[in-house]
């Protein structure tokens, strides 16, 4: 069973006191690196992970908690289009709650899940492309393609991602 450390030689089940210490020690690590970022001018993107791959930032509510209880300028929230649909919420959720602070989006389809170029899942590239828009987001979008099946020849995912893109912009 999962366990955190109370006491040296003592631990107790995996319970909020656990994630407590893990949230306060994921904040004041990732201030420390805002901290050294803000010295040499960068900005820090905090990236929602699928609930399977973080118990600490999964989705709009935590990442708006974190990015509040940092309150550093060198730090903004960051969407991952998979993660995003997986947890029911939209580009406009993370617009009007973080506005600014909103910094970068790895805008990818999904099926829901996998990072797959855009055409090979089921997500909303055109309606999402509208709520940036309408919100004037003016932060990074990148494509974050990492499924397998295009291993043996990446840049035709990359190729048909920009091509979908084209479309919809036009």
Known sequence: TA?????SGESVSMTSVCHEEAWKWARDGIYDL???AKIH???LAL???RRDESNLVYNLPTLSQM???LKHDSVGGMIDTIPMALAGERPADYLQALGERLVHVHFIDGAPRGHLAWGDGILDMQGYLEEFSRYHYKGYL???ITDGRYYMDPT?????SVNALYKVLK
């Open 142 to 144: 990148s494509l974050e």
């Open 34 to 36: 805002a901290e050294l």
């Open 67 to 69: 990015l509040d209880e």
């Open 41 to 43: 001018g960068i900005t």
């Open 47 to 49: 990236e929602v992970l």
């Open 3 to 7: 366990c955190c450390s109370k006491n």
């Open 156 to 160: 035709q995912s990359v190729r048909q």
